[in-house]
């Protein structure tokens, strides 16, 4: 059951996550198309740097997610790239990349500081720009915490499977695999 339960929230990784690369393209189009007579910078063009992390970092995690799913899904078994130990690595990349990213476009300052671009996004909702950032922080960290449930997920699963060097799909007949024996010449097996 809790195979379906992280294909599900991989899933939903990669619908959030390609949310947030639609509204990071957004927001790059709109400050890299900036009209003169925009309040926004003086009408100056610019772009955020941390919205150029985000969209990377989600254009990775479509990837990993699409990857991890299949092969939960489908019981691929490669020896190091589907054991929970790469899935593992995987997720506490994303998680770093995930809380980076939201961490810094979250930060507003008290006093106002002028390297905090966005500051309080409360009080300018009335603006089209306002609101796609502000969607853009609850997806970011919607995705950072869904990226954070499948990492205790799979971590907890392999401890209490000891199975950090196995299949990431976690579902195994150790009588009817040799992936765990590595005696074994698949050569000779496959005829």
């Known amino acids: 059951m809790i195979h379906f339960v992280r294909v599900f929230v991989y899933f939903l990784l990669f619908i959030f996550s390609v949310v947030v690369m639609s509204l990071c393209a957004v927001r790059l189009h709109y400050t890299l198309h900036l009209s003169p007579r925009d309040p926004l910078n003086g009408g100056v063009r610019f772009y955020d740097h941390i919205v150029v992390e985000l969209i990377i970092t989600s254009i990775i995690t479509m990837f990993w997610s699409m990857f991890t799913a299949r092969t939960i899904h489908g019981r691929h078994e490669h ?21 980076i990213g939201a961490a810094v476009a979250t930060h507003t300052s008290n006093p106002p500081d002028v390297d905090v671009k966005w500051g309080n996004l409360s009080s300018c909702w009335a603006y089209s720009a306002c609101r796609i950032l502000t969607a853009l922080l609850a997806f970011t960290w919607l995705g950072w915490l869904l990226v954070l449930a499948l990492f205790v997920m799979s971590l907890l699963f392999a401890i209490a499977n000891k199975a950090f060097h196995d299949p990431m799909h976690g579902r195994w007949d150790r009588r009817a695999t040799n992936y765990g024996d590595t005696s074994i010449n698949m050569r000779n097996i496959v005829r």
């Open 79 to 99: 020896r190091r790239m589907n054991s929970f130990t790469a899935e593992l690595v995987g997720l506490f990349i994303l998680f770093l990349l995930w809380l």
